[in-house]
Nanobody, 121 residues
Framework: QVQLVESGGGLVQPGGSLRLSCVASGSILSIYGMGWYGQAPGKQRELVAFITKGGSTNYADSVKGRFTISRDNAKNTVYLQMNSLKPDDTAVYYC???????????????WGQGTQVTVSS
């Protein structure tokens, strides 16, 4: 079974930085893309950043210029470098992967358990 394991969350002061990591493991034929979604208290889960296998990226407007998503395809790993953090960035960040497990099955969506990011003075 496919698993996504996240790490790197924590508590930082405004203006600080964090780097999140997510590793996909299990029965994986190919990964089309991986990304990060954030869910702030009382808010819906929203896209933060996404990257395809080929390296194309997509960012939420609120994080452009501050966050950078990258990947290591050989390690099935995606990273999110978070700089100039703001209190509004406080959220649980969930790793997401769109991947193919079998040749006769279409791509499916998988989620990690989430990692807490808290930005506070």
């Amino acid at each position: 079974q496919v698993q996504l394991v996240e790490s790197g969350g924590g508590l930082v002061q405004p203006g600080g930085s964090l780097r999140l990591s997510c590793v996909a493991s299990g029965s994986i034929l190919s990964i089309y893309g991986m990304g990060w979604y954030g869910q702030a208290p009382g808010k819906q889960r929203e896209l933060v950043a996404f990257i395809t296998k080929g390296g194309s990226t997509n960012y939420a407007d609120s994080v452009k210029g501050r966050f950078t998503i990258s990947r290591d395809n050989a390690k099935n790993t995606v990273y999110l470098q978070m700089n100039s953090l703001k209190p509004d960035d406080t959220a649980v960040y969930y790793c997401n992967a769109v991947l193919l497990e079998g040749r006769s099955t279409g791509p499916r969506d998988y989620w990690g358990q989430g990692t807490q990011v808290t930005v506070s003075s």
